[in-house]
């Protein structure tokens, strides 16, 4: 059921896509609001899916469920369903629906919707073709009992959501290649900056306190809160790289441009942070 | 001081996190502490040498990686020193002589006149703001300076601060931290760790398992849970008894004891004892070490004389244990016809029918003996993570300040006309001032103005 849900998001993403894209050619606002409506249905059935899959990661242990409601909490945080490839794919997925929803919210930015669908409908794809991967519900290991998991796996992928949106809009942003835009003729380059700086911002606080809840649990875990794990290292490459694009801001030379090459090359180390090592490189992540 | 405004310079900032971004890619490009007989294997002796040398092998460690970290952290530094007085100034504003008046080449301005007096436009204006927020500092008369959102601009120093910690703490842990591991049977007590290099670190209590469990999930052998329950002696006392699981680790005296791994070796001395199947009968028969019991259907008696976890033949060809590793467990039986010592054999749980039978009649397999588990535990002491955590406070809250409280100030200056009022009003902030500047229009809206001249935002 969960995973039908699924399919079915993705569906209708591909339907937000197109309707996005009619609003590109059309020039026609309507067709925007229209792609958000559809967008926010796709993320309704991807929610239900995620939380449908929630109450099957805790039924596989619910024999171990302890007393108290403090800790059922904590039992229903530590099955939350982030704890392999698949699954965190999914809630990828959903990341990026969600936080492009809430950006378009207060910035207005249905431009992006053209590119942030599909996106957000390739991610689950690759889900059916990446070697490995497989949706079955196991019980999570050791390592992974603890309420720590979810509290750093979603903070970390609403960074990389956010990178994904800015990421988005640096690559419209060097596509365009006039400064000013008449009415009607989409945003302009100074715009897009800003939106690529604050969606950042709003990246990196993320990605910083991902990181950290994540060093706090591997003290627990490990022992070491730091190790330069695979992982860990590409973690703060990535973070490395959205500091500088930051501070990149404050540099008459690399404003602008500099910035958007940074953010690009940003979401490249997001994506091996979470592929790459995965597939080419060993860890103590090995899980996921 | 040219030094200084090197260091004071964002660029150095930019360029250094960059490289330190690339230094760190490499590192994950090549195996890291790998042992020289690997190494030389995998790149050959001459280029094993010459990345060794660069300390590719242990780059984030290496000098020159630690030394980019220190310049950043001293760019920082002194980056943030020069900011601090201009911060402070700005918060306070103390950043420039106070003539009165609104300064010019501010982003946001607004001139008018307006139809009421001086009095009533203040209380007007003056509650607008204040509602926004905005808390008054006056100058002069007919002069006002308003602001808001201070800790906004103390932001990028707080989060500064908190990279410097957070390095500061890791200097700590790594001049004065130090990891170990122990391995503790059930029943042992240790009072002494050892770290990765071999090195016996002593602790000043010792430690002892009670007891150890591991539990798999169904039908598999996917670890579900292992524990451990562990005691803390100290003079000889026993302390408190505490288990200790993954993700629940035992603290002590700033020592850190974790759950790592686990697994079997040999019993303790004087428990040995081993399960034999007795063969032609196939009857299974338990033996406890030093103890005779009579075969089966015979006068004869046997008795098991010792235990090998990991059997080898040693110096002098005698047996003996390489390890207390379950490898290659061996139990050696002696038979006895009238009291008198008959024969004695080895007997293998890996090679079973290894030796011919004893008394010409009857063979042994070894099929069970005793063992004790043993819990694989990570040691740690590091003075200087409660340090490192308060630097990722301050990172976070500084970060947190920097992107959601915006530092607004606001000029004001009037000059009263009678039942007339000219009103100059400027603004500035780190950041965007869009939304701020439709919250000033609707204020301004119901001062009952008459519009003169207006200035659209530059920003």
Redesign the interface.
Known sequence: MSATLVWVSVMVYMVATAVYLVRVVSRGERWGKIGRGILIGGLGFHTLSIILRWIDSCRLVAADRPEGWLGRIGFIMENAPLANLYESMVFFSWSIVLVYLLFDRKYGIPALGAAVSPLAAMVVGLVSVLPGVSGDLVPHIPALQSYWLTIHVVTCFLAYAAFAISFVASIIYLSRKWDRVKPGEGMSRRTLEDINYNVATVGFLMLTIGIVTGAVWANYAWGTYWSWDNKETWSLITWFIYASLLHARMIASLKGKWMAVLSIIGFGAVLFTFFGVNYLLSGLHSYL | MRVISFFKS??L??AL??I??AS??V??LFP?NMSPHRGVEAYGQGMYRALEFLGIFDL?HSGWFVFLVLLLALNILICSLSRVRRTYRLTTWKDSVDSGGVPSGLPLRRTLKIKTPADAMWLKLGVGLARLGFRANPVADGDLRLDRGRPGRWGPEISHLGFLVIIAG?VVGSLTGF?GVVDLAEGETEGQVYERSGRAVSLPFEIRCDDFEAVF?DGSM?????TSWLTVIEDGQDLFQRKV?????LKHRGY?F?Q?TYGRIGPAPGEEWIRLMVRPENILMDLEIGKKKALVDTVDEIELLRFEPDFVIGENRQATSRSEQLHNPAAQIRLYRDGEPLSEQWVFSEFPGFHPPADETHTFDLVDFGFREFTGL???R?PG?PV??TG?GL??LG??L??TVQHRRIWIHVESRGSETDLSIAAGARG?LRRFEESLDEILETLGRRRDREEGARS
């Open positions: 964002v660029k900032a930019v996190i960059l330190l971004a760190s890619v590192g994950t890291q984030y890791m990891k999930f996917r670890p579900k849970e292992y699981e993954v993700n629940s680790p850190w974790y790592s990570q040691v740690a590091d993570v490192v955590w990722c990172l976070i970060l947190i920097s992107f965007g």
